[in-house]
């Protein structure tokens, strides 16, 4: 009996403890990742010898222009609603147009009532104010949706604008990361490391269990071979899991 009500209580507090770390990871900050991309469309320029070339935006002269992209994905088990996005770039660069959609809906995003009343009613005193910013409302983001961002922007000393994306919006911080290269969706970097650890594993008992050498050195080829494969298999599980049990 004593030892029945031991199991009882150990299984209680294990329980417990599962749960509120778990309640914990649930709760827990939410973090976006987003990467930006830079195009150059085009440049101004001006040479003694080969003469000058002049770039026009709208009948307006610029020094350069860039189509910019912001991919912000939520790749968290907690669906997100009615949070505010900042697209802020460098003082010294400008946005001169922008659209915004969630790759999940056919609606365009559309600005937020600040933004979009000081737009409206510009005046010259914060001009520097509405063309180094965006402000758009997200109504969902749902887990594993991805917002796409497509900028015009230019700087008038030639350089490349830099952006960024805030968020003030209460367990919810963003991360700029670097663009990888991509295998079926997934950062081919990532999806090598995890195959390769999984290849690894698959080897070893491989070794163990297969008498011919010639059939085991055709596994475990196979297995370095479509390596990223099974990092790019293993990550897909992994989030059809995450978003599921979230």
């Not at 992209?69 to 088990?77: D, G, K, L």
């Not at 997100?80 to 995003?109: P, W, Y």
Request: glycine residues 6%; aromatic residues 8%; proline residues 3%.
């Amino acid at each position: 009996m004593t030892e029945k009500i031991m199991i009882g209580v150990i299984t209680f507090v294990f329980g417990a403890v599962v749960t509120h770390l778990w309640d914990k990871v649930r709760k827990r900050i939410v973090w976006l990742k987003y990467t930006v991309l830079h195009h150059a469309l085009g440049a101004s320029a001006q040479d003694a010898k080969f003469g000058s070339v002049k770039l026009l935006y709208n009948d307006t002269p610029v020094v350069n222009l860039f189509m910019s992209t912001i991919m912000i994905s939520n790749e968290n088990s907690s669906d997100l609603s009615n949070i505010d996005l900042n697209i802020v770039c460098d003082q010294e660069s400008l946005i001169l147009i922008s659209h915004g959609r969630n790759m999940a809906s056919s609606n365009e995003l559309q600005l937020t009532t600040t933004y979009a009343a000081l737009l409206s009613n510009a005046k010259q005193e914060n001009l520097g104010y509405l063309f180094t910013r965006r402000d758009y409302k997200i109504p969902v983001l749902n887990r594993g949706d991805k917002i796409e961002f497509a900028l015009v922007t230019t700087n008038p000393k030639g350089k490349q604008p830099y952006l960024t994306v805030n968020c003030d919006h209460a367990g919810v911080k963003m991360r700029q990361v670097p663009k990888f290269q991509e295998l079926f969706g997934e950062p081919l970097p990532h999806s090598a490391l995890i195959g390769a650890i999984i290849a690894v594993s698959l080897c070893l008992p491989a070794v163990c269990f297969i008498d011919s050498k010639a059939v085991l050195v055709g596994a475990c080829v196979g297995f370095g071979l479509f390596a990223s494969l099974l990092g790019v298999l293993a990550i897909k599980v992994w989030k059809f899991l995450w978003k599921l049990i979230g």
